[in-house]
């Protein structure tokens, strides 16, 4: 690295950004992901200069970064072409809750803030514990969170951590440990014997359709199902692995399984 801390850093997933702005560092921030919505009007301050598994590079390249962060084996393509122009990247890979409070930490630590940073994390640990506590002994609803519909692919790590912290039990835990997509792919007929009783679905890039869900052959069986209690949480809130999924992914959770609670215990 040039400059230590960097001065011109592009972030090319959401929760990098996200955090920056939360640590009072996003001056630095010279490029986004167009996937960047939180802040609101992030996209209108800073250059959009990639999607997630593309990026212009000559664009990228021409804000002169001292620093390129990336996340996950999807973006390593986009990394080795930027290293090869001699660009110094960092890329995290963050599954779990645990990796989330750590890539904020190490942020904090690589723009000189790592008070700001352990303040910010401290925030987030008390929140999980809190939530935690208040749903102890309480009745826990079964629930399927669906990440992609066509195939099926059950929720990963840090989503299934949240689940049970919100109250919940995650239909497809064991999945959830595995990082990659294709690990995660479910048959219909494994969603329909597990039985949920909430459906949290969350389509990267697109709409939930509720509907569709529904109407697939033989969930109709399925309590969630027969009861109406399918529920859409916006990729933004729960997908990106950062601050987001810790506060407003984890309420639209903990909403919909207190929800579900209270029907099935009435």
Partial sequence: MRRF???RIVCLTEETVETLYLLGQQDRIVGV????????????????VSAFTSADIPKILALDPQLVLTFSDLQADIAAALLRAGVTVL????????GILAMIRSL??????????????NGY??????????????????????????????????V??????????????LQAHCGRATDRILRSDEVIAAR???ILASWCGK??????IAARPGWDTIPAVRAGRISEIKSPLILQPGPAALTDGLDAIAAAVAEAATAISA
Avoid: C, H, M
């Fill in 207 to 212: 709409k939930v359709r509720t509907e569709k």
């Fill in 91 to 98: 890329g995290y890979n963050q599954r779990d809750i645990a």
């Fill in 5 to 7: 801390p960097p001065e």
């Fill in 125 to 158: 640990t008390a929140r999980l514990a809190a939530l935690s506590a208040a749903t102890a002994g309480k009745r826990r609803p079964l629930v399927y969170f669906e990440e992609w519909d066509d195939p099926l692919i059950a929720g990963i790590g840090w």
């Fill in 196 to 198: 949920p009783d909430l």
């Fill in 160 to 173: 299934s951590e949240l689940i049970e912290i919100a109250g919940g039990r995650d239909a497809f835990s």
């Fill in 108 to 121: 904090g630590a690589l723009t000189g803030v790592p008070d700001r940073a352990d303040a910010l994390v």
């Fill in 33 to 48: 992901s167009g996937y960047a919505v939180r802040p609101a009007g992030v996209r209108r301050e800073k250059p959009r």
